[in-house]
């Protein structure tokens, strides 16, 4: 064997790549210490594309197809090189092959609870999960703006990139979505659809195509669901009723917690359990039958209480003078109405300050 056939053997004249992996979507050619030889073959093969880059910049882009290796094919390569007049010689390049297949039952989940505000529920607490489907639909930009230089990229490696951004635009839509939280179940199909179009405004920077997305499940605290579940079975005249259903539910665990502003107020409370609840149902007869004969009803201000360390309503004024007259709402008792960004004392809101100026102190 000649020098001429030695050195010849040396140059790489085939390029291709066999992919017997369902997960792979980058894998850089090995060219080692060799060199490509001008009129080399390469072989793109469907669902495939070959990215060559020059120092880090990249060059040309092949789609699916039999390549000879020319500078008439490869412009980019030929500026890059300074091949003004054409070059025959063997050269070097990094040369990358992308997979364009869709790669399906990608995972996705949220680690923490998704925080939204609700006008009627107030802040509530989410989590969900479900699967989506992707493809790359640019190479060369998802190269440069994920793989980098990575010669074998894999599907885990793009979620756990994207897995954030996945939640953080989820959570986007669904603020946006105008969908009731007590629908959310009942929805999914609405809700995959806003999360699809949301996530395709942002991945197509990446140079990725988001083809399905599934949201599988949506779940919420239990006294969230039980909440929703009074709600559900009132209609919008009958708001009243779950506020003072609430508010007994309330009174009534507060006076077998003695703790709650001593035993003399636990069993003032039970004492006075009978006449209040007797009152309220009068009440709530009454406003019912008001409310028959009222197309709309007028605005209630409400509040959500402070009590025993957990959230409890919302009360209307009247039910907050009951519960302020038997020490369970104090001024420093900290409350929440909708249009507050957070939870203030009892004292600070002007619609309550006058419930604690006939209030006498507590007893030593």
Known sequence: MGLFDKIKNEFIDIIEWL???????????????????????????????????????IADVFQPGMHTLQTQNMPIMSTLKGWKYGFNSPFKADIFFVSTKQFIDQKWGTKNPITLSDPRFGFIELRSFGSFAFRVTDAAKFIKEIAGTDENFSTEEVTNQLKSLIVTKFTDAVGEGNIPVEKFAANMEELSKLGHDKLNNDFTEYGLTITKFLVENVSMPEELKKEIFNYSRLNAIDMNKLAQFNTANAIKDAAKNEGLGGAGIGMGVGMGMGNMMSNMMTGMNNNAQNNMGMNTPPPIIQFHVVVNGAQAGPFNLQQLQQMAAAGQLTRATMVWKAGLANWATAESQPELASLFMNTPPPIM
């Open 19 to 57: 992919d017997n992996t369902n997960d792979t979507i980058v894998w850089k050619f090995p060219r080692y210490q060799n060199e490509i030889k001008m009129g080399a073959k390469l072989t793109v093969r469907e669902s495939q594309v070959a990215v060559f880059m020059n120092e880090g910049k």
